[in-house]
T-cell receptor
Framework: DAKTTQPPSMDCAEGRAANLPCNHSTISGNEYVYWYRQIHSQGPQHIIHGLKNNETNEMASLIITEDRKSSTLILPHATLRDTAVYYCIVRVNSGGSNYKLTFGKGTLLTVNP | DTAVSQTPKYLVTQMGNDKSIKCEQNLGHDTMYWYKQDSKKFLKIMFSYNNKELIINETVPNRFSPKSPDKAHLNLHINSLELGDSAVYFC??????????FGEGSRLTVL
């Protein structure tokens, strides 16, 4: 029941920028976009999240289109350790101040030497 | 110090047995979760507790019973284990409305 669509896989050369797209055309006005990644056999790790404005932190940048129907996660200088499954998630309110993250299939990003 | 820790990391057991997985977080969070990741790698939320109160209970068999003795702990007890219960179970915690911090997972194999 994920509200997002992502390509199943992508490749990127080491040292280059990795741009991971995500479509979330049914997103509601107050729903945030979250990005997590899961490196093989590890627990998922939060990367970044945003509502309307573009966001940047030490790991990545998040570009959200003006109509909020899609977004792009940018890893500016991909390394081999960035090889992982990247999940784009629309955070849904599950009642009161509680929220639910529903993970989709994600994008397997493979960074090549 | 591990922020969200789960024990055991690996668990192999026979069908029909009862087993528990423990989870503890030292982040001071008030919300904790259990997720299940099956062989196809789908991550599905099972339960969520906020300050020891159940707030999310997805369509999970009654054989699964979460228990939260305090807000730093959320244990998962599974009765009458079935082959289909084999999966990796992830515990997570967050502040209300905040990002989730996941544990390293507990791989359950039912033979």
């Amino acid at each position: 029941d994920a509200k997002t669509t992502q390509p199943p896989s992508m490749d990127c050369a080491e040292g280059r920028a990795a741009n991971l797209p995500c479509n979330h055309s049914t997103i509601s006005g107050n729903e945030y976009v979250y990005w997590y990644r899961q490196i093989h056999s590890q627990g998922p790790q939060h990367i970044i999240h945003g509502l309307k404005n573009n966001e940047t932190n030490e790991m990545a940048s998040l570009i959200i289109t003006e109509d909020r129907k899609s977004s792009t996660l940018i890893l500016p200088h991909a390394t081999l350790r960035d090889t992982a499954v990247y999940y784009c998630i629309v955070r849904v309110n599950s009642g009161g101040s509680n929220y639910k993250l529903t993970f989709g299939k994600g994008t397997l990003l493979t960074v090549n030497p | 110090d591990t922020a969200v820790s789960q024990t055991p990391k690996y668990l192999v057991t026979q069908m029909g047995n009862d087993k528990s997985i423990k989870c503890e977080q030292n982040l001071g969070h008030d919300t904790m979760y259990w997720y299940k990741q099956d062989s196809k790698k789908f991550l599905k939320i099972m339960f969520s507790y906020n300050n020891k109160e159940l707030i999310i209970n997805e369509t999970v068999p009654n054989r699964f019973s979460p228990k939260s003795p305090d807000k730093a702990h959320l244990n998962l007890h599974i009765n009458s284990l079935e082959l289909g219960d084999s999966a990796v179970y992830f515990c997570a915690s967050s502040l209300v409305g905040g990002e989730l911090f996941f544990g390293e997972g507990s791989r359950l194999t039912v033979l």
